[in-house]
């Protein structure tokens, strides 16, 4: 099978995007469109090229609906390869990445492009929060009692206190070094950088994790722009070439029942195994890596059964600044789930864009000096299932 480069990227900075008081609507075909032209121009494909349209399946109350196919029509953009939603909760970015790739390793497109827009703001607070319960657990054994996803975060975190002495405020410090990346990224919806008294002085989420440390609701659209490795080397210009890719399922629903290490990641540790193998590198070969992380304790476990450090050691490793820019392996460079924000299942595409910047050396301030190669990761609630993708430079 054909080798998979990412050779463009576009997206909207992430943020509030629905409308506010006297401001006009932003229309989630129209922001996506200009997404997708700005990627396309960025790649130098022409549009006849382009062979597939994986789309990562919009929220529920997106109004319009067969999204993709709609798009199809709105971007005029008749393909051979195949035109899909794909859906996959916190994971739907990585999946419809993954299915353009497939479009481009199976022949049936040279092109393809892996999209979508999310506009998370679209209903309440309230609504959402509800609509989140019924997700997380059992609808009828464990929604009724009012089990949020942060909750399980917050007892993870609870455990990785307890059995490795680590402490809040070191914890804490992945916010502050998450602020720091996204203040150097234009695309981050929180940019004001924060002291680690700040964090820890914010409202109680769900204990021990506050506000700053859990992340926000955001609105975005994102587009990247894969091809196969003879086109991507006939542009002339460097590109982020897809080394390994790993995916794993426990074939469990958020936590098992089954009794087991809840702070081990088990699924992380797998998925990123078969990464490096197929990579065939380990883990002390990463320039740097993004972390689907959406709380400051899920930073810390995942880049330990990521082998990034020893176990026990990842909230140290962040209060040292062995994490940041110029550190020993900077994480999150964009700001993360918690600084640039988190338009849920869009994120890992907007993870796979911020580890093509890098690679391509286009990241500016928050350049990873002579990045060439980067980790990219996605999860399935609380890491019950993970996806890893290895990406090298090309130049």
């Known amino acids: 099978m054909g080798r998979v480069a990412i050779i463009g990227y576009a997206a909207s900075p992430v943020g509030r995007l629905q409308p506010n008081g006297t401001d006009p609507q932003s229309l989630e075909h129209e922001l996506l469109a200009d997404v997708v032209l700005r990627a396309v121009e960025m790649a130098q494909v022409d549009k006849s090229q382009i062979g597939g349209l994986s789309f990562a399946q919009p929220r529920p109350y997106t109004r319009q609906k067969y999204f993709g196919t ?41 092109v393809a492009l ?182 400051t304790i899920v930073e810390v476990l995942v880049s330990e059964a990521l082998g990034l450090m020893p176990r026990g050691a990842g909230a140290k490793y962040a209060a040292d600044g062995r994490t940041t820019l110029g550190g020993d392996i900077p994480l999150s460079t964009s700001g993360g789930l918690t600084s640039r924000g988190h338009p849920a299942y869009v994120t890992p595409l907007y993870n796979l864009l911020e580890a093509a910047e890098q690679l391509m050396h286009r990241a500016g301030d928050r350049q990873v000096k002579d990045a060439s190669i980067g980790l990219a990761t996605a999860e399935l609630g609380n890491y019950n299932a993970a996806m890893v993708h290895i990406l090298e430079r090309i130049a």
């Open 114 to 295: 892996a999209l979508g827009v999310n506009f998370e703001t679209a209903v309440s607070s309230g609504e959402h929060m509800m609509s989140s319960m019924r997700a997380v657990g059992d609808v009828d054994f464990q929604a009724p009692f009012g089990i949020t996803p942060i909750a399980w975060y917050a007892m993870d975190m609870m455990r990785y206190l307890h059995e490795f002495g680590a402490t809040r405020e070191e914890v804490a410090t992945v916010a502050v070094k998450n602020r720091h990346h996204a203040s150097l990224n234009p695309l981050a919806q929180y940019r004001h950088p924060i002291t680690l008294e700040e964090v820890l002085n914010q409202p109680t989420i769900v204990h021990p994790l506050g506000l700053y440390e859990v992340p926000p609701r955001s609105d975005g659209a994102v587009c990247l722009v894969l091809a196969d490795e003879d086109v991507a080397r006939s542009s002339g210009l460097p590109y982020a070439l897809v080394r390994g890719t790993g995916f794993h399922h426990e074939g469990a629903h958020q936590i098992t029942a089954t009794p087991n290490d809840m702070i081990a990641l088990n699924a992380a540790q797998k998925a990123g195994a078969q990464a490096y193998a197929e990579a065939g590198i380990s883990a002390a070969d990463l320039d740097f890596a993004e972390l689907y992380a959406p709380c």
């Open 70 to 110: 709609f798009m199809a029509s709105y971007l005029q953009l008749p393909c051979d390869g195949f035109v899909a939603e794909v859906l996959g909760n916190g994971m739907t970015g990585g999946l419809a990445f993954e299915h353009a790739a497939d479009n481009i390793r199976s022949g049936r497109a040279k």
